[in-house]
């Protein structure tokens, strides 16, 4: 055993760093030697993840686990995605137990994921249906991704927004805020008091559209913001679990990340947003007269056109856009406009909500969702094809400069500087509208291939959602001093992109 000790630290980083997570966690306790080679194979950020579309809940987990957990890490988060009909709760015990209780993990349903085998580098996308649906397939709807993060440089918290249980019941916008800001003062110093990043998961029972308008005109424009605003969400946290619920809601969970400037760090990890939209208004903008709301999920609308006396002939109108929209298939949505008061007495704020349409009967319409009133000014919108992809190539053109090659010096060589200070992008995660995928584009690598075909090889997972939200950081003080609405976009049919980078700092 004496000679396997006194083995050269180049062979001992060869065989620890292939080993998987459990192993290696150990290995790193056996002496201060190992401990400081497991160090330094662990000094740069890492994204690990795992898939099993197995039927039965504890070896789906087991075999996704298996697979995230296949090479050395340090889970730091965890974030699993869970198809419609398996048990979230159970799933989310079961993960838990195997990763640790001080690891941050939100697990949340999912409408589909879709991922890039480890190994081949292909695309794999599963699709699971509403999820009202009726289930013709036991393994149809079963299914579980877990992504696992280790990201030196940061550090990471859970905050709650909560609303208050008695009437009127309110969002406690200002006390999320606030308790976003002391979580990063604490661990960044006053540099900055809001975060490097907010991964956002929100209620299935809360419109959180005018709650995410004003926490974007608060928090920082530097602060990148994405996330799944609709949905079920399971989180075990001092934060989440100290919660009383006599009292209080949680309308949404913010998974914060905020940069650590009281440790000595190595690395400096950027997150880079890209937001590709694929809707185009079209028809006249309406004017709401009346709602009726039907069980709780779907409105009919009664409504004229803009400036008319007449109400419209809804069905007529909307056989009339479909003549001129040149995709099939295609969806079709009302953007409706909004304006909300903050509590603290600010400004108004405008945003626009979209709903689905799903049905017409002569006079009237319907849509998906409820919260329009009358008095409402709308526009149609459709999606298209060509918008959705040249909105893709932009996002592929912007992340294009993360993997070109920095200057090279009159000889050809590369600079030590700039190979020093060259981002390596090391994980991404995409939110993706449940509309999109291989069932609109008739194929998988439209809405991944800003990613996909910029970092092949580099490990990134994307989920299918109801409301994907993303707001981008400011680009420029022009684009600053021109945007008086918010920035968060809360379009239909749109796909979020993450990509998180590192650069040496020492």
Known sequence: MSNFYSVSDDILTNIISRLPAKPFAAAACVNHLW???????LSRPRLTSGFSLAGSPEIAVDEALE??????????????????????EEIHNRIASKIGANTILITTASLGTIDADSITNELEEMKWEDEDAVITDDEMYLGVTVVIGFVPGLKINVIPLLR?????????????????RDFTVLVAGNTNPDPVG?????????????????????????????????????????????????????????????????????VEIKFHVGISSGIIPIGPKIEILDVLVHEGKTTWLFARTQGAVWPLD???????LHSLIVDK???????????????????????TEFFEVIGTQQIMFSVAGTGINPGDICMFYHSDMDSAMASSNDIYNRFHHLVEPPPRGAYGQLASSSRANREEVFGGFMFASSN??????????????PFYENFPGVPFTGTFCFEPIGRSPVLDEE????????????????????????????
Not at 35 to 41: G, W
Not at 436 to 449: A, E
Not at 483 to 502: C, G, K, P, W
């Open 329 to 351: 298939p295609y969806f079709l949505y009302i953007g409706v406009t909004k304006e909300t008061e903050p509590l603290d007495g600010g400004p108004s704020i405008k945003y």
């Open 314 to 320: 809804a069905y007529n109108l909307i056989l009339s």
């Open 164 to 180: 208050t249980n008695t009437e009127p019941q309110v969002p406690m916008v200002d006390e999320f805020i606030s308790d976003v």
């Open 436 to 449: 999109r995928g291989d069932k609109y584009f008739g194929n998988s690598i439209t809405d991944c291939m």
């Open 479 to 506: 684009e600053e001093l021109q945007s008086d609405e918010n920035r968060f976009n809360m379009q239909a049919f749109n796909t979020i992109h993450l990509v998180m980078s590192y650069k040496k700092t020492a």
């Open 198 to 266: 907010i991964m956002l998961f929100g209620d299935h029972c809360r419109n959180l559209r005018p709650i995410l308008a004003e926490i974007d005109a608060k928090i920082s424009r530097e602060t990148v913001m994405i996330g799944d605003a609709h949905n079920y969400f399971v989180c075990t946290n001092a934060e989440v679990d100290n919660i009383d619920t006599s009292l209080y809601t949680v309308d949404a969970v913010a998974l914060v990340f905020a940069r650590d400037n009281l440790n000595n760090n190595e």
């Open 35 to 41: 401990n400081k080679v497991s160090d330094r194979i």
């Open 67 to 88: 697979m995230a957990l296949s090479k050395p890490i340090r889970p730091h988060f965890a974030i699993a995605f869970v198809g419609l009909h398996f048990p979230i």
